[in-house]
């Protein structure tokens, strides 16, 4: 699809897409019909078809002018970028749709790419786009560094959105306090958690749609992201209270003869226990996987099943979730967990309040945690050594 803001009064008229026109339908537009094909528009006069002026849309082949690309365009791009959305780009940048249309469509011609293709009700960025995204990233947090280094952010008033992307496990633990927290220190601000489950957390602090993102899984080393360590869960044997395994203990061989649940976001990925059982020669017999630890409890009760999660679980459990947390019976990594952000926001004075906030509830959780594992061990939702 391509956009158009008003018809051309003559054949060879520039035109302007904000609204929706097919690919490859003629249209009419006064004493002129156009078609509009991929990338390209094709002019024709009323009088006999003849073709007056075939036209590029994009400009492929001339030169861009640097005076007509203006900062407002650079942040219409680095919000779409973010936000996937003409709706939700406007409403961050406090315009229209309209406005908003009509700035991407500047931006097509004078960077000669679609930069943006629709993908059911999300706009997805081209290769070019993607490509240009750290550039024009890095210019943008440059200038608002200049600025900010003049200005004092204060959380009690700023109206900033914040966007934190959070596993489910994280999420189980955090969500209360951050929203308590952040409510409580930035009572105008808004805050959106976004879920970021397995290899796509890299992406979308890389692609800028989330501020940071705590996860424990493995992230690769990328010099565009900072990775800072907040600490490490130790991973448990989570079971039925009612099974065998919880009243009778946990030994290896009844471990290797038990059915297991994975858990898993992409429903593939193998854990940490299996890499444990790998270096050993063994493997554990995984009969099903669930994508989050939310269903835990029911997926878990009345049967003999076992599944890993780390110990940071122990708050949201009590005698009604009816899981039990045992000691494996061989040594298992604990699990990292880090804050991921992406260096060119890494001094931003917002991003850095935020992670401040999310280390703070960190800290309050593993402290928490601490004092929960202390006390009736072996019981539900207690460990049992």
């Known amino acids: 699809m391509l956009f158009a803001q008003q018809p051309p009064q003559s054949p060879g008229a520039m035109i302007d897409f904000d609204q929706c026109w097919s690919r490859g339908v003629d249209h009419r537009w006064g004493g002129a019909i156009f078609t509009v094909q991929a990338a390209s528009v094709t002019f024709n006069t009323s009088l006999g078809g003849r073709v007056v002026q075939s036209r ?12 007509d690309m203006d900062l407002n365009l650079l942040r219409v791009f680095d919000v779409m970028m973010r936000e996937r959305s003409v709706t939700r780009a406007a409403a961050e940048l406090g315009r229209t749709q309209s406005a ?9 011609y004078l960077l000669k790419d679609e930069l943006f293709t629709r993908d059911g009700g999300e706009m997805r960025p081209t290769p070019r786009a993607v490509d240009l995204l750290s550039d024009i990233a890095a210019a943008l947090a440059t200038i608002r560094a200049s600025i900010d280094r003049h200005q004092v952010f204060n959380p009690a008033t700023t109206r ?3 966007r934190v992307g959070l596993t ?8 209360p306090g951050l929203i308590r927290e952040f409510s409580r220190q930035a009572p105008n601000a808004t805050l959106n958690v976004i879920p970021a489950n397995g290899p796509d957390i890299g992406s979308s602090v890389y692609l800028r749609q989330v501020d940071c993102a705590l996860t424990g899984a493995a992230i690769r080393d990328d010099p565009n992201l900072l990775k800072v360590e907040l600490g490490q869960d130790r991973l448990f044997c989570a079971v ?3 099974s065998k395994i919880a009243r009778g203990g946990m030994t290896l061989e009844a471990y290797l003869a038990s059915s297991h649940l994975q858990i898993s976001a992409d429903g593939q990925a193998e854990g940490l226990a299996d890499a444990a059982l790998k270096q050993r020669g063994l493997r554990r017999n995984v009969v099903a996987t669930i994508s989050n630890y939310l269903v835990l409890p029911w997926a878990l009760r009345g049967t003999e099943l076992i599944t890993h999660c780390g110990d940071a679980i122990l708050q949201m459990l009590d005698e009604r979730s009816e899981v039990s947390l045992i000691s494996p019976p061989l040594p298992i990594s604990d699990v990292n967990a880090w804050l991921i952000v992406h260096r060119q926001m890494a001094n931003d004075p917002g991003t850095k309040w935020l992670r401040e906030v999310i280390v703070g509830i960190y800290n309050e959780s593993q402290a928490k945690r601490r004092r929960s594992s202390i006390v009736d061990i072996g019981a539900p939702g207690r460990p049992k050594q």
């Open 100 to 108: 908003v249309s009509h700035s991407l469509s500047k931006l097509r």
């Open 56 to 67: 590029d849309f994009y400009g492929r082949g001339s030169a861009m002018n640097f005076v």
């Open 160 to 162: 900033r959105n914040f």
């Open 240 to 242: 039925w209270s009612g």
């Open 168 to 175: 489910d496990y994280h999420a189980m633990i955090f969500i």
